[in-house]
């Protein structure tokens, strides 16, 4: 089992940045693929960027590539989403998720509001 915990969240004008972290407990960290993912009310949740296990793959949305990006320390069991000139439309939920290599997200944080003012 892989504990997930999310910090970093706040409330930014646009333009501006935040960095998010997750902090992951329990199994072998450096072997999950995490991803983030965010919801905005009354939308669906999706997903935001990924990184493989090593950091050397990242997948990201189009919405926020030049933007946003994602990096990992697997020593210290963190990954990391730096988010930059962040838009009212990135206020969301954002939330860290975790999966094996070929399978689902299936560990997730508790979630981290994110809140741009315009």
């Known amino acids: 089992q892989v504990q997930l915990v999310e910090s970093g969240g706040g409330l930014v004008q646009a333009g501006g940045s935040l960095r998010l972290s997750c902090a992951a407990s329990?199994?072998?960290?450096?072997?999950?693929?995490m991803g983030w993912f965010r919801q905005a009310p009354g939308k669906e949740r999706e997903f935001v960027i990924g990184?493989?296990?090593?950091?050397?793959?990242?997948y990201y949305a189009d919405s926020v590539k030049g933007r946003f990006t994602v990096s990992r320390d697997n020593a210290k069991n963190t990954v990391y989403l730096q988010m930059n000139s962040l838009k009212p439309e990135d206020t969301a939920v954002y939330y860290c998720?975790?999966?094996?290599?070929?399978?689902?997200?299936?560990?997730w944080g508790q979630g981290t509001q994110v809140t741009v003012s315009s």
């Open positions: 998720a975790a999966r094996l290599p070929g399978k689902e997200y299936e560990h």
């Open positions: 329990g199994r072998t960290f450096s072997g999950y693929f």
């Open positions: 990184i493989n296990w090593s950091g050397g793959i990242t």
